[in-house]
């Protein structure tokens, strides 16, 4: 099964994103946007696991419960690469304390005790709007990302759980089910 382990955005996060992706909608960009259900911040994918480890996965996922409950704020719009053509667009938080990262580590160190593969490069939290396809609309897509501006109230959101989810790909799109949610301290 596919799996990744994640944080819910909450309501306030994604009604931002659905306006960020409102605005750049009008370049008419060859973009597959995220529909609202699908949008989480990713602390760790982990792919394809067989079925047998999926207990190790739920330990490593009980280890970050001790974890103090954290605040985020809405950050910035960014690109992924972020120089050339991009491929994935994204809104990011403002994590003063960096206790997002903080948690992604704790939890990457869990999984690699329990065997499995650890991230090689640099945790970004971020919500996808989208994932560009090809190069229709890019000059405005671009313009559109570089003036994408973040509410002055700066919505914010109170990270208390960590989910494991199960991602199955359909033609429709990915079906997330939630297998296991963790509260944090």
């Given at each position: 099964m596919r799996l990744f382990i994640a944080v819910e955005p909450g309501e306030r996060f994604v009604q931002a994103a659905l306006a960020a992706q409102k605005r750049l909608k009008r370049s008419c960009a060859d973009v597959k946007w995220t529909e609202p259900d699908s949008m989480h911040f990713t602390l760790h994918f982990l792919g394809e696991v067989p079925e047998e480890r999926l207990a190790a996965v739920e330990k490593a996922l009980e280890s970050v419960a001790a974890f103090p409950a954290f605040e985020v704020f809405l950050g910035d719009a960014g690109r992924f690469p972020p120089q050339g053509a991009p491929k994935v667009l994204w809104l990011g938080v403002e994590d003063r304390a960096s206790d997002m990262r903080s948690l992604a580590e704790l939890l990457g160190s869990a999984l690699k005790a329990e065997g499995f593969a650890t991230e090689v490069r640099l945790f970004v939290p971020h919500l996808t709007l989208g994932r560009v396809r090809g190069p229709r609309g890019m000059?405005?897509?671009?313009?559109?990302?570089?003036?994408?501006?973040?509410?002055?109230?700066?919505?914010?959101l109170k990270v208390s759980s960590v989910e494991l989810i199960k991602s199955e790909l359909r033609p429709e799109g990915a079906l997330y089910t939630v297998l296991k949610s963790v509260k944090l301290k």
């Open positions: 000059k405005e897509l671009l313009s559109g990302m570089a003036g994408l501006a973040v509410p002055p109230e700066r919505p914010s």
